[in-house]
């Protein structure tokens, strides 16, 4: 008898075509952003207008998924008014939960809509019980979105000593080892991932090919990476830039290669440890990958609980740099 409890799979939605896509490919649960800095993930072109974001909670809705907002970036010192916005707004609207990283945020939805139920954000950074248990006790929260630095045993012996819910990643951006406290694009552009919502901006990134078609990506002042004639170029980020360094004669990945995590092989693992609900990244991406992602896994999920072993080997043409990982979580080679 399968003794596997039934995970929520939580799915990325960039734009209101990619809520659809997703909701559609059997998304549990989508989690979005507004357009603006209240999300970690404010890049150009993508998320959602308040009467979009209503449009979506109604799509979602029909098909019996759950609309997340995603206000989980810290507001600058004087700038609090759109926080408290986006929340009303966000209320209002009838999302099903609030995603927050900022204790004044956490403090403001639970003064002011008491009943809305929220959620913690990985970018919070809360890995260890004792912190969890702080952001449930002060602001009832409800689920918390893990870091991705915890190895399945880790998240066992967290999810016997909190009273929430568990929400982990299984699929997409692997993340700097600290989750929510990046400050290399920063240092580079003036703007943040965790302040700001962006990373990298487009407006910040330079292109060069040379006469042998070489390519050259620069950020800010700063060159990232260059890339053979042929060789597919990586995402414009400080974090996965190859560099020359003294102890080195040829340039190396020196914060973090361009790999995607893909837990797929541990997901019955992560279910019996107490995983409520299995988050996929990918807002940035296209609505063609999130139907592929999110039908992967909704096959997968389904063949678990009906006893059949899963088959995900397409993902990997998915993964950035055609790489895959499971990082932290099937065990901290590094100690």
């Given amino acids: ?3 596997l409890t039934r995970p929520e799979l939580v799915c990325p939605a960039g734009t209101p075509a990619s809520l659809r896509a997703a ?8 989690y979005c952003g507004f357009q603006n800095a209240t999300n970690a993930r404010n890049f150009a072109g993508l998320n959602f207008t308040p009467d979009e974001l209503a449009e979506g909670a109604e799509y979602a809705g029909q098909k019996g998924a759950k609309l997340l907002l995603a206000i989980n970036s810290f507001p600058p010192a004087g700038k609090f008014d759109l926080w408290r916005q986006a929340v009303d707004t966000g209320v209002q609207t009838g999302v099903d939960a ?11 939805v639970r003064t002011r809509w008491p009943e809305q139920r929220l959620h913690l954000s990985v970018q919070a950074g809360a890995s260890s019980a004792e912190a969890i248990r702080f952001y449930c006790q002060e602001f009832d929260i409800k689920r918390v979105v893990l870091p991705r630095i915890l190895t399945v045993a880790e998240i066992k012996a967290i999810h016997d000593e909190i009273p929430c819910e ?3 990643f299984v699929f997409g951006n692997i993340g700097m080892m600290a989750e929510g406290r990046c400050s290399l694009t920063n240092y580079v552009t003036g703007v943040s991932t965790n302040m700001d919502g962006v990373c990298s901006p487009a407006g910040r990134v330079e292109y060069k090919e040379d006469t042998q078609k070489n390519l050259t990506t620069r950020l800010g002042d700063f060159t990232v990476d260059c890339f053979a004639c042929g060789e597919n170029a990586g995402y ?21 290669e361009p790999v995607s995590l893909n ?10 440890a107490g995983v409520t609900a299995l988050k996929i990244e990918g807002r940035q991406r296209s609505r063609a990958y999130v139907k592929s992602v999110v039908g992967a896994f909704r096959k997968a999920v389904d063949d678990l609980m009906a006893g059949r072993p899963p088959e995900l080997t397409e993902l990997l043409n998915l993964t950035e740099g055609n790489k895959q990982t499971e990082g932290a979580f099937g065990g901290k080679r590094w100690r």
Avoid: H, Q, W
């Fill in 1 to 3: 008898m399968n003794d």
């Fill in 23 to 30: 909701v559609d490919a059997g998304a549990d649960a989508v």
């Fill in 98 to 108: 609030i995603i927050v990283a900022d204790m004044g945020v956490a403090d403001y």
């Fill in 166 to 168: 568990i929400e982990a």
């Fill in 236 to 256: 414009p980020t400080i974090c996965k830039g190859r560099y020359l360094t003294e102890d080195r004669r040829e340039p190396y990945y020196a914060f973090e």
């Fill in 263 to 272: 837990l797929t092989s541990l997901l019955p693992d992560l279910m019996k």
